[in-house]
């Protein structure tokens, strides 16, 4: 019903930026929170970031200064610019979207992207 595609991910040196993006398409109606999380090997998902349809946001302590996120709801996609990045921030990142698919339900569904590998090494 509804597909999130993410690009942008690769390797990077540290201190350096990436951006990676997602964009959401299929039976949509409205998107409430679209965010991203990430998960390193050996460890849980995690939420590194998200923004409300009100434009709020939310990140995880660990990003908070260094990455920043955008949505473009004309576009249905979401954004996350990383700067300074650290060894630590390698993972696969998720899109993540809360979506209504028609305007008879009152349920926002999460969906999940495939994942895309941010790798940041020297």
């Known amino acids: 019903q509804v597909q999130l595609v993410e690009s942008g991910g690769g390797l990077v040196q540290p201190g350096g930026s990436l951006r990676v993006s997602c964009a959401a398409s299929?039976?949509?109606?409205?998107?409430?929170?679209m965010g991203w999380y990430r998960q390193a090997p050996g460890k849980q998902r995690e939420l590194v970031a998200n923004?409300?349809?009100?434009?709020?946001?939310n990140y995880a302590d660990s990003v908070k200064g260094r990455f920043t996120i955008s949505r473009d709801d004309a576009k249905n996609t979401v954004s996350l610019q990383m700067n300074s990045l650290k060894t630590e921030d390698t993972a696969v990142y998720y899109c993540?979207?809360?979506?209504?698919?028609?305007?008879?339900?009152?349920?926002?569904?999460?969906?999940w992207g495939q994942g895309t590998q941010v790798t940041v090494s020297s």
């Open positions: 923004i409300l349809s009100d434009g709020s946001t």
């Open positions: 299929g039976s949509i109606f409205s998107i409430y929170t």
């Open positions: 993540n979207a809360e979506v209504k698919v028609s305007p008879l339900s009152n349920i926002y569904r999460p969906f």
